[in-house]
Structure formats: C-alpha cells, structure tokens
C-alpha cells in the first residue's frame, strides 16, 4: 500500500478564535478610547457625569457623530469631502435667507436645501469620477465656493454674516421640534439630535454590513479597478457616498439652525477636518477599504466629552486641540497594531 499524500488544507476553513474576531472589528480600539475617556473626566470634573453634563456632551457627540458617520462610509469608500463642515452652515444659512429674507415656507425651505445639498453631493462625485482628480482637491475647491458664498451673499441681503429671527417665522414652531427639540429622561434633558444620530449610526450600519451596497463601499475603498472588473457601479457607489455626507451635512445643519434659531456664515468651517480625525479614531483607514459606522461614532463621543470635559475641568480650551493632534497619531499606530496583530492571529 502506498500512503495517501495529504492534502493541503485551505486557510479559509480553519476556525477563528472569539478573541481574534472581535480584535479585528475597527472599532475596538476606539471603544476602549472611549472608556478611557469617560473615567477620566468623570474623576477630574465632578460636573461631568451630572445630568446636565451627560446631556451637554452627548449633544454635542451627537452632531459630530452624524457627519463622522457618514465621512466614514466615504472614507471606506476611499475618498474625503473636505466641503462637509462648511456644508452644514450652508444648508441652515439658505433656510435662513429664504424664510427671513424672501418669505418662503420653512417646511418647503427645509426641503428645498436638503435637495441643494444633495445635488452639490451629486455633481462632487461626478466631477472626481469623470475627471479623475483626488476628491481632496474637488471637495477642497467646493469648500471654497460654498464659504465664499455663505460670506458675501449673506452681507450682500443682510449687511452682516449671520441671520436672526428665525423665532417669528410662521410655522417655526412646527419645525423646531423634529431638530432642535429634546427629551425628559429622568432628571436630563436629552438633545433630539441623539436620537437622529442613533438612527443615523444604524442605518449605516446596516448597509455596510447587511447589504450589497455595503460589500460595494467595501470593494471600490479597496480596490477599485478591480471592483469596476467585477461588476460593481462604482460610479453609482461614489454618487452615493458624496449624497450621503451631503445630506449629513444638511441634517446637522437643521439640527444646528434650530437648536439656536441663528445661522452664522462660520457655522461648521474647519470641522471636515474634526470628522475625518472621528472616523480615523473609529478604526477607518486613510487609503480606504476598512473602517466602521460604530467606530466613527464612537471617536466622536471621544470628542463631545473631550470638548465638554475640558470646560467642565477648568482647563484652558486651546489644550483641546493639543488632544485632537495626539489621539489621531494615537489612533493610527494604535489601529496599524491592531490590524498587523488580526492578521497574524487565528
């Protein structure tokens, strides 16, 4: 008898420990950050864990957490929107001109900008895919025209840069609600932008995660020629992705414009870059092909509580950006560990 050789046995069958599983998820490293973070300012600032202190920080974790979310999935996507921030003062600067200033509906007004923003989305796509220049570039260019025209167009109606008078508005107090709003939880008064940034970080991840346009987001991130080789509209996924931080932008911005009743030519400029440090903190990669919805929230928790906790500690404010240089360098030797690490183990 001769003996039988053995086969070769294929990698893809052998079975995965629980402890590499979850090491390899993007968002691990952030939610231990996370906690981290929570404990440290609970210790150092006795107002941080108040009431009045959770719902503060939540709020504003909340607002960064819709636009990080929504940068993530374009991150994956492989590409940046660096118009995101400014978008935000764009869309509530346009209901407030065109309500205050020349009497349209504010219902009709909040549509008409989310449709606005979702084609200026669109075209962002379309200009990096038909031209093949970086999104960096585009987006940057967008940044530009959109900050230049919340600037002179407002003084040129107004005389000024920011729009008041929001409150006398008919139906105002319709609108305010659904964006501006809160909830009695116990003795906190939870922001209504919490919930749309829950509904926000499960929509998202379920597409990521439960549907084709996921694995889509997934392939043109990672390689694209090869994901347009195989069938996938990378054309459409990218449309898609530039709508989707469009229309996060919007939403953050009615969150924004009602929430103060005040639109301001400076609303969200230089916070594009605030998110991309969010999604980066989450576990999402620069050059694209992996990351997460719950990681990019989770790095804008980071944020809202750092932002919160620095006041609540009687610190200077300037040592918050100090932090924000320190966790995204942090972040990527942290995330690059995990990654070498999840590769090696089984």
Do not use: H
């Not at 895919?129 to 987006?139: A, C, K």
């Not at 964006?179 to 939880?185: N, P, Q, T, V």
Request: aromatic letters at 10%; one cysteine or more; proline letters at 2%.
């Amino acid at each position: 008898m001769t003996a039988t050789a053995a086969l070769p046995s294929d990698e893809r069958l052998n079975s995965t420990s629980r402890r590499t599983r979850v090491i390899r998820r993007p968002e691990v490293g952030a939610f231990g950050a996370a906690l981290a973070v929570l404990v440290f300012f609970a210790v150092v600032a006795e107002q941080f864990l108040t009431a009045e202190g959770v719902g503060t920080w939540l709020n504003s974790a909340s607002r960064f957490g819709i636009m990080a979310v929504a940068v993530a999935l374009l991150m994956i996507g492989g590409e940046f929107d660096l118009s995101a921030g400014v978008m935000t003062g764009a869309t509530g600067l346009f209901v407030g001109v065109v309500t205050t200033g020349y009497g349209l509906n504010i219902w009709l007004a909040v549509v008409v900008a989310l449709v606005v923003a979702l084609g200026i989305g669109a075209l962002n796509a379309v200009i990096v895919m038909r031209t093949g220049l970086p999104s960096f570039i585009v987006t940057l260019g967008t940044f530009f025209v959109l900050q230049g025209l919340d600037l002179a167009l407002v003084k040129l109606v107004y005389g000024q840069v920011a729009i008041q008078g929001l409150r006398d508005v008919p139906y105002y107090g319709s609108v305010q609600p659904w964006f501006g709003g809160s909830l009695s939880i116990g003795n906190a008064r939870i922001a209504v932008s919490v919930l749309w940034a829950l509904l926000v970080i499960a929509l998202a991840t379920y597409i990521l995660l439960r549907t084709r346009a996921g694995n889509w987001i997934f392939a043109v991130g990672g390689a694209q020629i090869s994901a347009r080789q195989t069938g996938v509209p990378v054309l459409r996924t990218k449309i898609g992705l530039f709508m989707g931080t469009a229309g996060a932008g919007w939403l953050v911005g009615m969150i924004s414009l009602f929430q103060s009743s005040t639109a301001q030519s400076s609303t969200g400029v230089g916070d594009e870059f605030i998110y991309i440090i969010c999604a980066v903190v989450g576990g999402c990669l620069l050059t694209g092909g992996y990351g997460s919805a719950v990681g990019a929230a989770l790095g804008a928790l980071i944020y809202g509580m750092t932002r919160q906790g620095v006041v609540y500690a009687g610190w200077d404010s300037n040592w918050l950006y100090v932090f924000l240089g320190v966790m995204l360098l942090v972040a990527v030797l942290i995330n690059n560990w995990i990654r070498t690490k999840a590769a090696l183990a089984k």
